[in-house]
């Protein structure tokens, strides 16, 4: 082989490099573009939907703007034994009936919150167990949510629903707990008169 040929070869190889490069290059690019477009375009939108099963995250934060009550301050045991009024609440993230309710007790905490307990309990959380203590949440749970159960000072099971409670129906019950004057004739939460004296249920 000349110098002349050898010379030629080799710019015929380089040129051939130089091809298959730019042309590995491209197919490089188009795929990490295929793969953005894939992403963006099957991801599930993270907007948050109430009237859906699916789950968005914690419901308290997102649709009763109260993340706070969850996880629960206090155990069932602990605010049974103190002699506490106890509101327990079943739920669980992915139920549009859980996310409608998530206000509810939201609105409980704001006018009960510092007089009784409030203990929303996901039922994903419930141990799975032969038998329970009745000082655990599992041992009231009917398999429905949202459910709604309500302790008196005394540990009494004194409302126990599932589905979908109007607040006014709790309310009239915790009232009662309380001793509390009837919503039709106080719309703030004032106890019965005694010995002529008002109070208020939670003091300024």
């Known amino acids: 082989m000349t110098e002349v040929a050898f010379h030629e070869s080799r710019v015929v190889m380089a040129f051939c490099r130089s091809l298959i490069s730019k042309a590995l290059s491209k197919l490089v690019v188009t795929l990490v573009l295929g793969i953005v477009c894939f992403l963006m375009l099957g991801t599930p939108s993270a ?39 106890t509101i327990l609440v079943f739920y669980i993230d992915d139920s549009s009936d859980c996310k409608l309710f998530a206000p509810v007790v939201s609105q409980l905490d704001a006018f009960y919150g510092r007089a009784a307990n409030i203990l929303p309990v996901s039922v994903d959380m419930l141990p ?51 001793d509390l004057l009837p919503r039709a004739e106080s719309t703030e939460l004032r106890r019965r008169v005694v010995n002529e004296i008002n109070t208020e249920l939670v003091p300024n």
């Open 47 to 85: 907007l948050a939907v109430l009237n859906d099963d699916h789950y968005d995250g914690n419901i308290y934060p997102l649709y009763a703007g109260n993340g706070y009550l969850v996880p629960p301050r206090v155990t069932l045991a602990q605010s049974l034994k103190a002699e506490t009024p």
């Open 128 to 178: 799975v167990k032969a038998e329970y203590d009745p000082t655990e949440p599992a041992y009231y749970y009917k398999g429905l949510v949202p459910q709604v159960l309500v302790f008196d000072q005394a540990g009494k099971v004194v409302l126990d629903e599932t589905g979908m409670i109007a607040f006014e129906k709790i309310d009239d019950v915790l009232r009662q707990v309380f």
